[in-house]
């Protein structure tokens, strides 16, 4: 009876993206001020594992410094320094220089990725695998990918 209860709370919440989606794509609603939409190029570039890892730890620890961020996912400091400038750039963090340090902090609640690449003088097509706590709803709901 749990399971049946979640699904269907998962379902719900799926269906309610799906339509945020929709209502993006067809411009009746704007995005909103803390979203950020990338295509398929940019997202390769932006997007590297050691990067949402950065993203990730920034949100669950809300580090002091860019050095503390490098202690917590045990990378050297300049490495981290170069993904937070790339970051950055596009907008999806900032760096604010508080005294002799300098706070990263995730700017975007909302990031949404163009994960199939167009092909040329076709329809361009968004496609998306949608994540509830770890969950695939797409799976859930049966949408083709």
Do not use: C, W
Not at 24 to 46: G, H, M, R, W, Y
Not at 59 to 65: E, G, K, L, R
């Amino acid at each position: 009876m749990k399971h049946e209860l979640e699904k269907k709370e998962l379902k719900r919440k799926a269906e309610s993206i799906k339509g945020l989606v929709d209502d993006i794509l067809s411009e009746k609603i704007d995005v909103p001020d803390n979203a950020l939409i990338i295509d398929f190029d940019a997202t390769q570039n932006i997007f590297t594992k050691k990067r949402i890892e950065l993203l990730d730890t920034i949100n669950s620890y809300q580090p002091a410094s860019v050095q503390e961020l490098s202690d917590l996912v045990k990378r050297k400091k300049q490495a981290v320094d170069r993904d937070l400038k790339m970051l950055e750039e596009f907008d999806v963090i900032t760096l604010e220089k508080r005294g002799k340090f300098t706070v990263p902090t995730v700017k975007r609640e909302i990031i949404i990725l163009s994960i199939k690449k167009p092909k040329p003088q076709t329809e361009i097509i968004i496609s998306a695998e949608v994540y509830v706590d770890s969950i695939n709803i797409n799976k859930i709901m049966e949408i083709p990918q």
